[in-house]
């Protein structure tokens, strides 16, 4: 039985028909990565300017520091170019394994990011609402 984006070989093998299958998809799953790291990129902006504006929150990456000096629409304008700019090469690339493999990089990393938000929150909710973590550190 044929299925939808298998091309059926004189003598291929089940495993070639599979190969033939997986690669056809590559350019939905390309499309459908970057649009999860899109909106994961997304959360990590409004993470980090929610921190700015609180005060209680630098920026760690050397290149994005000065952006932040140029306010919330600097650190907006660095991310969403930078994100366009790679998604762009990744998207063009598409149809490689190697485009992929990068792709499923990024969005290991972004979501290791957002763990990372989590704990970093929680750890941040507890200081601002308990009055001996949140005291001035010259009582100490």
Not at 6 to 35: C, K, Y
Not at 77 to 87: C, E, H, I, M, Q
Not at 96 to 118: D, I, P
Request: net charge positive.
């Amino acid at each position: 039985m044929l299925k939808k984006g298998i091309v059926r070989l004189t003598g291929a093998t089940e495993s070639a028909r599979i190969n033939l299958a997986f690669q056809h998809d590559r350019p939905f799953r390309m499309v459908v990565l970057l649009a999860v790291v899109f909106v994961l990129n997304m959360f990590d902006l409004a993470f980090t300017q929610t921190q700015l504006i609180r005060g209680n929150f630098a920026e760690a990456n050397v290149f994005a520091t000065a952006a932040v000096d140029h306010g919330p629409a600097g650190i907006a304008a660095y991310k969403v170019l930078l994100f366009g700019a790679g998604a762009v090469i990744l998207y063009r690339c598409r149809r490689h394994w190697q485009s992929e493999a990068g792709a499923w990089v990024l969005l290991t990393c972004y979501s290791a990011l957002m763990v990372r938000w989590m704990i970093y929150l929680s750890i941040i909710e507890v200081c601002i609402s308990d009055p001996v973590v949140g005291a001035p550190p010259l009582l100490y």
